[in-house]
C-alpha cells in the first residue's frame, strides 16, 4: 500500500478519535459540575434545616428561661411592696424558699441561666447563618463554572447539542431578604 494512501486515511480518522475523545471529555465534565450543583443545592437544604431547627430550639430554651427568671423576680418585687416589718420577715422566708429552688434547679442545671441562652442563641444564629452562607457560595460559585462552560467556545458546542441550558444563581426571596424578627 501506498503510504499516502495510509495517511490520507489515518489522518481523518486520528481527527475524528480525537473529536470523538474530546466530546466525550466535554460531556462528562458538563455532568460532573451538573453533580456539584446538586450536591450544592443539598448543602442550602441541610443548612436551611439546621438553621431552623437550631434557632427554634434555642428560642424555645430561651423563652423559657426568660420566662422562668421574669416569674421569679417578680415573685420577690411584689413581696417587697408595702410591707410591715412581720410582712418584711414573712417575705424574707418566703424568698429564702424561693432562692432556695432557684438554688436547686442552679445546682442542677449550673450552665442554664437565660443570659448565657441568650448568648448561645446569638452564637446559633450566627453560626447557622455563616454555615447557611458558605452553601450559597459553593452553590453559585459551582452555577458559575457550569454556566461558563455552556457559553464559552468550544464546549458551548456540547451544550447546544445537548441542549444545556444556564443554571440559575441563588437567590433569596424578597420575605427572606427582610430582617427577621424575633420576639420574647
Known sequence: MDPA????????VLLIIILLAW???VSNNF???????KEALS????ALTNRFDKLTKLLDV???FAAHEKET?????SLRKGMNIGELNQANAQCDQLMARINAVAEGYPELRSAEM????????REAEAHLQAARRLYNSNVTLFNTAVVIFPSNI??????LQKAEFFEAEEAKKADVKISF
Open 62 to 64: 430561651a423563652k423559657g
Open 31 to 37: 455532568h460532573r459540575k451538573q453533580i456539584k450543583i
Open 158 to 163: 456540547v451544550a447546544n447539542a445537548k441542549h
Open 43 to 46: 448543602g442550602i437544604e441541610i
Open 5 to 12: 494512501f495510509i495517511l490520507l486515511i489515518a489522518v481523518p
Open 73 to 77: 423576680f417578680s415573685q420577690v418585687i
Open 23 to 25: 466530546w466525550i471529555s
Open 118 to 125: 441568650f448568648r448561645e442563641l446569638q452564637g446559633g444564629i
